[in-house]
């Protein structure tokens, strides 16, 4: 059964940089597209980028273009987000998720990833 587990976030000011992982367990991480969601206190869970099984395509919401990398290392098992120049609104649980299948723009909601991490707290202040 594959699990993601996620680390880092935080307290952070706007504008500083944060960088949040998500580790797979008892599967293959290059089997595997995977993403993260974003979830604000009240409101749905959105997306916020992709990456495919090799890491050669990526996908951006439009809000965290330019300021937010997704990155991954199969040989870790492990994806990244590299969040720069966070603002307030980037606040909120963030979601690793995993999932077999990919499409080209990739899949950008909640149900097409069929596995989930625990979710991570980032918290930006002014």
């Known amino acids: 059964q594959l699990q993601l587990v996620q680390s880092g976030g935080g307290l952070v000011q706007s504008g500083d940089s944060l960088n949040i992982s998500c580790t797979v367990s008892?599967?293959?991480?290059?089997?595997?597209?995977m993403g993260w969601f974003l979830q604000r206190p009240g409101q749905e869970r959105e997306f916020v980028a992709a990456?495919?099984?090799?890491?050669?395509?990526?996908y951006y919401a439009d809000s965290v273009k330019g300021r937010f990398t997704i990155s991954r290392d199969n040989n870790r098992n492990t994806m990244y987000l590299q969040m720069n120049r966070l603002k307030l609104e980037d606040t909120g649980v963030y979601y690793c998720?995993?999932?077999?299948?990919?499409?080209?723009?990739?899949?950008?909601?909640?149900?097409?990833?069929?596995?989930w991490g625990q979710g991570t707290q980032v918290t930006v202040s002014s």
């Open positions: 008892g599967r293959t991480a290059s089997s595997y597209a």
């Open positions: 990456i495919s099984w090799s890491g050669s395509s990526s």
């Open positions: 998720v995993a999932d077999p299948g990919f499409s080209h723009p990739a899949p950008q909601r909640p149900r097409d990833y069929n596995y």
